[in-house]
């Protein structure tokens, strides 16, 4: 091998250029020299790593919504001073702040899912609008729910003037006069509860609710509601009544399961 020329080290030029090449020879032959680096090139990507959620689904969620407690007793309206209003009333009207059925099942309770839909989904509104009518002094339907967007109409089906005064706080609110025929339409970006009353009958109050996406029910007296075309998840579901208040309860479902809630309401 030719490493053995350290053997026999004499001095002299001979040698010194031997010593010479031994040098240029070892640092040749490798010593502890780094690898040299290679650039690592970045991970390739792949559409698996993100998957699209679903924003809908065949999941839903149903239930009940009852009263416990004692009964308060409800307020009729005096309307005997506007026959145009007291003629549409076939007996005396009462107050709608709390319409309960058999077994105090609750009416006018929005049942809507709170959270957990997937983030950032996007639920377009319908088409069609949600409308909120003026028949008898009173407002039909009692309450309404209105998705983001979606033109809410504010009608006037009676023959007296109505005026339109809405208390919302996140989005713009206003208070009108409409006349028998009339109508305002408008539409709203945020999500909130507001509402709705004529200054001049004061029993005729009514409730809309602005919500994000179409996974929402309003109990009739009967006290049930059915959200449907849920995707497959983790929710919290609320109910909201504008007397009793409001309540929440976790509920997961899978694709195509049916998941039931029931939910009891009280005065506070
Ligand atoms: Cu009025």
Known sequence: MRCRLFRKINIGWANIFILLLAG????????????PQRSTPPPPTSSESSPVQKT?????????VSFIGDVPKLKTIDMSSIAGCKEQHNTEPKSESLVLGDGNTIANVIVKIKSGLPPNAKY??????????????????????AQVGQT??????????????TLSEK???????????GEIARTYDQEEIFLVKCDIHPWMKNYVSVVSHPFFSITK???KFEIKNLP???????????RLGEKTQEVEVSDGQSAGRDFTLSKS
């Not at 809908?56 to 009940?64: E, H, L, Q, V, Y």
């Not at 109409?153 to 339109?164: M, Y």
């Not at 497959?232 to 504008?242: D, F, L, N």
């Open 221 to 223: 007296s009967d006290g």
């Open 232 to 242: 497959a998840g983790k929710y919290t579901v609320e109910v909201w009544h504008e």
């Open 124 to 145: 377009a509104p319908p088409t069609n609008s949600a409308e909120l009518d003026q028949i008898g002094c009173t407002y039909i339907p009692h309450v309404l729910v």
């Open 56 to 64: 809908t689904g065949t999941a839903s969620i149903s239930g009940t």
């Open 171 to 181: 989005n713009p609110a206003f208070n009108k006069a409409v006349n028998k025929g």
């Open 24 to 35: 240029l020879y070892l640092a040749g032959c490798g010593g502890d020299q780094p690898a």
């Open 152 to 165: 809410v109409k504010f009608k006037n089906s009676d023959t007296v003037l109505h005026n339109v005064h």
